[in-house]
């Protein structure tokens, strides 16, 4: 028997079945739709957490002070300043120019850049408001910080009483936005607005941030001092000498300051480090949510394969009739296990058609991602999902259906056409 009429006979059965059909391929069409939405979805975050976490730079290091590997969150400087919050709240300032100098003594360290920060009351056209300042050298920070400028410019070495205020304190934190030209006084000081910078979005960029020149942080900002540091970030030759440098980093360090493993009074953190675990994280999510996702289309494989054993019932007379003139096993197998294919088609098109649908739709619904990167939920539908799932559809009811199909091709023709 020619394929093409197997084909015909397939579909035959799966028109004179419809109800029955139906209710099988929406169990296909549920299981389908959940796989294409959740790992499109997957596959937004996964997308969303590199782009943010790209704009830390993989060739950044960054020392803050305490021992031990803190697990707080992180506390940005640029987009780089990995400061690990709860090692600097239960740590002194232990960071000099001497670590600095040192650092700067390795090969691949190719800028090496000590800022300091802490909380400040700004006053801004009769409004007061407690802010976040970092002090920074301008010249090393401009060759670190991978945030841009929406209006304004950097800060210069002789920018003492200058600033660069972050979106979110230029437009949320007073009544009027702040904008470049302006003046601002914080802790009695006022300094001149020369830049503002874009949104980052990130969790450690300079959104809710004022930068100004360090020199001028120590002389305004309280509880800072004159000779220690709040971070060091370094920037490597390339982001392949990273965790060679953290290596010469971390020995220099433990024999300048005679320190052990067990003694150790600093955090060393690479953007690198944290680019490859949040990418493993969103990694896991998405194939755990598709691992739930699946278990939906085993329950429309039961349902196809319930369908093909009530189909082999039904036409066991038939199936008598076709071997009496000729149809062999081959033949039999083959008609079955093409109506299942149908009906995961079937199903595999319609699922697609729904997943995407609902994938497309929820990034304008301004849903939040909840964890690492933050940001405005996004959804990646590719070519490659949408033909792994029909694929995947098709294969499932060619493996629910083997059994039947199977079932069906060894009926012998005689108990065939006795059957009622």
Known sequence: MRLEKSFKLALNILFHSKLRSWLTIIGIVIGVAAVVAIVSIGEGLQQNVQNRLSGLGADIITISPGGGRAAGGFRGFGDHNMEQTSAIKSSPKNLTKRDIQLIASI?????????????????????????????????????ITTSELESGRFLGPSDYGMIIVGSRIAQKTFKQPLVINRMITIEGKPFKIVGVLKESGGPGGDDNKIIMPINAARDTLQDIGNEKFDSIIIKAENADAVDSLLADIDAKLVLARHLTEKTKDYNLQSSKQAQERMASIAQTMTLFLGAIAAVSLIVGAVGIANTMFTSVLEKTKDIGIMKAIGARNTDILMIFLLNAALVGMTGGILGISFGAGI????????????????????????????AEALLLSIGIGMTAGVIPAYRASKLRPVDALRYE
């Open 107 to 143: 090969d691949n360290a190719k800028v090496v850049h000590g800022s300091v920060s802490a909380k400040g009351a700004a006053y801004y056209l009769g409004e007061t408001a407690t802010v976040s300042v970092n002090g920074i050298e301008p010249a090393e920070w401009k060759e």
């Open 359 to 386: 994938s497309s739709l929820i990034p304008s619904l301004g849903l939040r991602m909840i964890g690492p990167g933050g940001g405005e939920m996004t959804t990646v539908i590719s070519i490659k999902l949408l």
